[in-house]
């Protein structure tokens, strides 16, 4: 076995940071150890390696591979490598290895530390993997069954199985049932490695839904966002409900705490310091910064109930559409995992639900405008992309208040600061990944910077003409 891993661990160390789930870029070069490799049904493998660096603590990722004789067509892009025991596949992306993580889940099984539980009978069904996400892969088993397999992990339950089982256990429609899940040890805590839930193979995403529209408006280029087929705001509206029903099921579930002035203190030191952090790497926010600061101050110039009369609770913590499925019965929301690049201790920490606000209102903008990188900013589409993303927003905000009791709006400061928050995190993501994208994130820091910054959206009739807004940079 030590030979084995030797090899095995020569494979990862050139695998590993190939993947868009390793975390460890631009930390230097890892030194790989394989925490665990355990068999838990023929021919799967799960291996939890961890990566330890010169400076700061290790990762930990989860490997569930298979090792073959043979290639298999279908196989190609998921070899990880050959060694004597053959070639080295990921086992999520073999029909045999998702097909024996089904088997394991199935019968809540155990495997040394490894446990599995489920709360019904699974039926044997055909898989694919459906493609890496950030820290995760997902499968699917025929149409009943999505399986997230968490590759990056950290120690502890997984937020997204935590608040799915508490929403569910609340009786909330804007879940997909859970259905199983399994877990090992990792720095001495129990912690989640795969999440099954229900299939709702009748869902469309949130993000293709809002590409559609803004489709149909560029499409008719004189035509109001109001007037045409694709029109969003009623969906937008409905979502708003949702979004606002799930913070209500959550502050029955789990914990909540008033927002004192020292919880206040906290988040605005918190705030900054992502400033700090994306200023430092982005010199296009350099210009922005004294203004984004004097907003993140504002939330602890007044008396704590004024500033966020709203209790700090669990949230879903990374909202966007790209995190909502409309299904024949609503919205439903998914992947509470919260950020992936944030620490599980501060994605499980009790906040403002004005942050999942927030994610909503920037991934509106992001739907109108990541569409005109297509179309060279022409000017008339500019002014059609705000007054779309404008009029979603605003339904969103209305939703949320006629369920919350409350509207985000009249919140302002609060509200803007997450929208601030959020932007600068754009900004930073988007020059690290996407250099072409980063006008998107980049207008909008300087349109909620200005002196008079639209926190609260207007509706069409008040959007500045085409010559004042700010096009994506791209």
């Known amino acids: 076995m030590g030979d084995h891993h030797a090899e095995l661990t020569g494979l990862l160390t050139d695998w590993l940071p190939r993947q868009r789930w390793f975390a460890g870029k631009g930390r230097g070069a890892g030194r790989i150890r394989i925490r665990r490799d355990t068999t838990v049904f023929e021919p799967l493998r799960l291996l939890v390696v961890d990566v330890d660096y010169d400076h700061g603590p290790p990762d930990h990722y989860q490997v569930p591979l298979v090792v073959r004789t043979d290639a298999p067509f279908g196989h190609e892009g998921f070899l990880i490598g050959e060694c004597a025991g053959g070639l080295v596949y990921d086992g999520l992306h073999d029909p045999d290895g998702s097909a024996a993580l089904l088997q394991f889940l199935g019968r809540s099984a155990r495997r040394d530390d490894l446990v599995a539980e489920t709360t019904r009978t699974l039926d044997d069904l055909p898989a694919h993997a459906v493609g890496a996400e950030q820290s995760n892969t997902s499968i699917i088993y025929g149409d009943a069954y999505i399986l997230k397999v968490f590759r990056r992990l950290w120690p502890g339950i997984n937020p997204d199985l935590e608040v799915t089982r508490a929403l569910a256990g609340v009786g909330s429609t804007h879940v997909a049932a859970p259905v199983a899940w399994f877990s090992g040890e990792v720095e001495g805590r129990q912690t989640t490695l795969g999440f099954l839930q229900e299939y709702l193979r009748s869902g469309t995403e949130g993000w293709r839904l809002a590409l559609a529209s803004v489709r149909d408006l560029y499409a008719e280029a004189d035509l109001h966002a109001d007037e045409v087929g694709g029109d969003f705001d009623a969906e937008a509206e409905r979502l708003g409900v949702a979004t606002a029903e799930v913070h209500a099921d959550l502050a029955r579930a789990l914990p909540t705490r008033p927002p004192t002035a020292d919880a206040l203190r906290a988040l605005v030191t918190y705030l900054h310091g992502r400033l ?34 709203r209790p700090f609770q669990r949230l879903h913590g990374d909202l966007h559409l790209g995190q909502v499925l409309r299904v024949d019965s609503g919205w439903v929301l998914f992947d509470f995992e919260g950020e992936p ?8 920490g009790l906040e403002s639900p004005l942050r999942d606000v927030a994610g909503m209102l920037r991934s509106f ?22 007054e779309w993303a404008d009029r979603n927003r605003e339904a969103f905000c209305r939703g949320y208040g006629a369920a919350a009791g409350r509207d985000p709006r009249e919140d302002a400061a609060m509200l803007r600061a997450f929208e601030l928050d959020k932007a600068v995190y754009e900004v930073l993501y988007e020059a690290r990944h996407r250099p072409g994208w980063i006008g998107i994130p980049m207008a909008s820091v300087e349109r909620l910077t200005q002196t008079h910054p639209p926190a609260q959206t207007h509706p069409p009739a008040q959007i500045h003409p085409p010559a004042q807004t700010h096009p994506p940079a791209g």
């Open 276 to 309: 700090d952090a994306a200023v430092e790497a982005v010199a296009e926010l350099r210009p922005f910064e004294a203004a984004v600061r004097k907003s993140y101050d504002e939330l602890t110039g007044a008396a704590p109930a004024v500033v966020h009369p």
């Open 365 to 386: 903008d992001y739907a109108a405008r990541s569409m005109l990188l297509e179309r060279g900013d022409e000017p008339a589409l500019v002014y059609r992309a705000q």
């Open 341 to 348: 690049a944030r620490p599980v201790a501060e994605r499980v």
